[in-house]
């Protein structure tokens, strides 16, 4: 009976709270100016640039994939012909990919999406010392440095207006990660890297938050098909995610993805946790990153394509 009074008052009653009786959050302020998502060009980055544009922002596409970006460009203009767009190609694994973000620098960007990010790029589970030291570095370059290099570029800008929204994506893999190399606890300093930005900068009318995801139906997934709990579309991580901005620092906009995370950080002992991790990670997690290392591929081998007509 504890646990489940416990249980209502904390993730299903912040669910309610959040669906059906706070107002949704206000971005009539930013409407006409520029938001940045990085890692646009599939997925969750993709329908962020969407779910911006529907609610009255210009659109800066950032990724290294480029007929993909000309396709999620294609799709907000359809949609939204009002809305202006801009696209930069760039690789974050890149030494001094950063230079492309002078391109913008002239516009006034007030809403940051840093969603590129990636796991075991090779799409296998695998110990910590089985990855080689290129691996481990280029996961920190792309869940740690493309954020650093981001927001070193566009804070100052944010604190000039007196203006600003920052939205990191984190994953539950911080505390369900298992033969993942530096992915989990990368995620990890992500969201204590959230927190602190988000007290620093609060005087400046700068807000940072951080996401917390399971699956969500995307490439990097093999497109596994949403099922309403464990995996959500991505429209439903974006949706409520903008319309829930400025409640919460560190949570999960999926109601799915809420109870897991809830479950798994408070109700259940740690042994159990990690007996559970090891279960599902050798079952079924670890299918899901080599169906998503193909699609993956399959994208990539597009971009060499381009490359090739260059």
């Not at 650093?148 to 911080?174: E, T």
Request: glycine share 8%.
């Amino acid at each position: 009976m504890v646990v489940l009074v416990y249980m209502l008052s904390s993730t299903i009653g912040y669910s309610l709270l959040y669906r059906f009786v706070l107002p949704s959050a206000d971005w009539s302020a930013f409407q006409g100016e520029w938001a940045f998502v990085s890692g646009s060009s599939y997925g969750i980055g993709a329908q962020f640039a969407e779910s911006l544009a529907k609610r009255g922002l210009n659109i800066i596409l950032c990724a290294r994939t480029e007929h993909k970006l000309l396709e999620i460009e294609k799709n907000i203009k359809n949609l939204y012909p009002h809305i202006q767009t801009k696209i930069l190609l760039a690789d974050v694994l890149q030494d001094g990919w950063e230079s492309v973000l002078d391109e913008v620098s002239h516009l006034n960007v007030s809403v940051i999406v840093n969603n590129v990010g990636g796991g075991n790029l090779d799409g296998t589970l695998k110990y910590y010392h089985e990855f080689s030291e290129e691996h481990h570095a280029n996961i920190l370059k792309l869940n740690l440095f493309s954020v650093q290099k981001v927001l070193s570029k566009f804070l100052p800008k944010l604190i000039q207006r007196h203006k600003g929204r920052i939205i990191n994506i984190s994953s539950m893999a911080y505390l369900l990660g298992y033969k993942m190399s530096l992915y989990g606890p990368s995620k990890g300093f992500v969201n204590t890297w959230t927190e602190q930005l988000n007290t620093e900068y609060e005087d400046f009318g700068i807000q940072a938050e951080v996401l917390m995801l399971g699956e969500v139906s995307t490439p990097a997934i093999g497109n596994k098909p949403a099922d309403g709990f464990m995996v959500a579309r991505p429209s439903q991580v974006t949706e409520k995610a903008l319309d829930m901005f400025g409640y919460q620092i560190v949570y999960a906009p999926f109601w799915g993805h809420a109870f897991v995370h809830w479950a798994c950080s408070t109700l259940l002992p740690h042994s159990v946790l990690r007996f559970s991790i090891r279960l599902i990670f050798a079952s079924k997690i670890g299918e899901d990153l080599r169906m998503g290392h193909q699609v993956i591929q399959k994208i990539r081998q597009g971009e060499g394509k381009e490359k090739e007509q260059l």
